[in-house]
């Protein structure tokens, strides 16, 4: 009788466990690396922002929640904001700006229940741009906070200019 109850115990450990998952957000990367078709669900794991601003709009509701979903059922998961700037401005105005975006999403993130142990923020100002200045309309793409799984990234996590992710897989 003991040795049944004991492999019924075991038979329903290995259900759930083969339930967990670490499949979720799947994240790509395409030759479009900001999803530029209007259908498209492979979209920047970045926050875009306005010029000289730091605020994250309703726009990105969508993205946050997903990668709230992630990281809340995946405790041991952790991201890193990354706050850039344009290269237009002082670096210490950049570094500042960029420090602000970090904190806002990882602030957004943690309204959603992620735990702020599993965040850290960082600012790289105007230092690291993934798009050319001198290219036309490529200079608002560095105003933005990537969203840069450190540990336990989701399935297929890669990282290019800037992080993608594909949505329709998420939560």
Do not use: W
């Amino acid at each position: 009788m003991r040795l049944v109850k004991i492999l019924s115990i075991a038979a329903a450990v290995f259900s759930i466990a083969a339930c967990t998952s670490n499949q979720a957000p799947s994240v790509q990367a395409s030759s479009s690396e900001a999803g530029s078709s209007a259908t498209s669900s492979v979209v920047a794991n970045s926050v875009f922002f306005a010029f000289n601003g730091s605020d994250v709009t309703a726009k990105y509701n969508k993205l946050l929640t997903v990668n709230a979903g992630y990281l809340i059922s995946h405790s041991d998961a952790k991201v890193q904001i990354q706050g850039n700037s344009s290269e237009i401005g002082t670096i210490q105005h950049n570094q500042k700006l960029g420090l602000e975006r970090a904190q806002n999403v990882k602030q957004a993130l943690v309204k959603l229940g992620v735990p702020a142990k599993q965040i850290s923020i960082i600012s790289f100002g105007n230092t690291k741009p993934a798009y050319p200045t001198e290219t036309s309309g490529e200079q608002p793409k560095n105003q933005r906070a990537d969203i840069v799984y450190t540990s336990t990234p989701p399935y297929q996590y890669t990282l290019k200019k800037t992080p993608m992710i594909d949505t329709s897989t998420m939560y």
